[in-house]
């Protein structure tokens, strides 16, 4: 297993080398639904997601305030397939008012990451913001090399124990 320091580098940087995320919501009868959304990131590990309110995900979050997210490296990227390094998170979900003055900064911080695709998308109605709030979260930087987020300080890792077969 790496040395924490250089797990925790890594995991610190990891959202940054990814701009979208898998999302995991769930249908008003309970059934799984997977999607994806380009993403910001604050200092404190919370994932905001710019949705359009016509897609089920929006929908799916507007009712059940849940997610999991999935960030995972580009497969071109990865030497071994079944190993891709990868972050999950276990989120509530929570809609960013428009009239709320943090809605722009956030809307300004998308057209910083992503250009100015985001000045459309902030002029359309349906278009929302949700702030994703981890709660539970693991990251695997390869075989043997998993970590759980530490729940009380999302900044810190804890290395899982070894497994007996």
Not at 44 to 53: D, K, P, V
Not at 119 to 134: A, G, H, K, W, Y
């Amino acid at each position: 297993m790496p040395e924490l320091e250089s797990v925790l580098a890594a995991y610190r940087r990891f959202p940054g080398e990814v701009q979208s995320l898998m999302l995991s919501t769930l249908n008003a009868d309970g059934s799984p639904h997977a999607s994806y959304a380009p993403f910001i990131v604050d200092e404190q590990y919370r994932f905001f997601i710019f949705t359009s309110g016509l897609s089920r995900h929006t929908q799916n979050l507007q009712t059940n305030g849940k997610a999991s997210i999935l960030l995972i490296v580009d497969e071109s990227k990865t030497v071994q397939i079944f190993a891709r390094q990868r972050l999950s998170y276990d989120c509530t979900a929570q809609l960013v008012a428009k009239d709320n003055t943090g809605w722009t900064q956030l809307c300004d911080r998308f057209q910083q990451r992503f250009g100015n695709i985001i000045e459309m998308l902030r002029s359309l109605p349906d278009f929302r913001i949700f702030q994703l709030t981890p709660y539970d979260g693991r990251f695997v930087m390869g075989f043997g090399a998993a970590y759980q987020v530490d729940p009380d300080h999302l900044e810190n890792l804890i290395p899982e124990p070894k497994r007996n077969s």
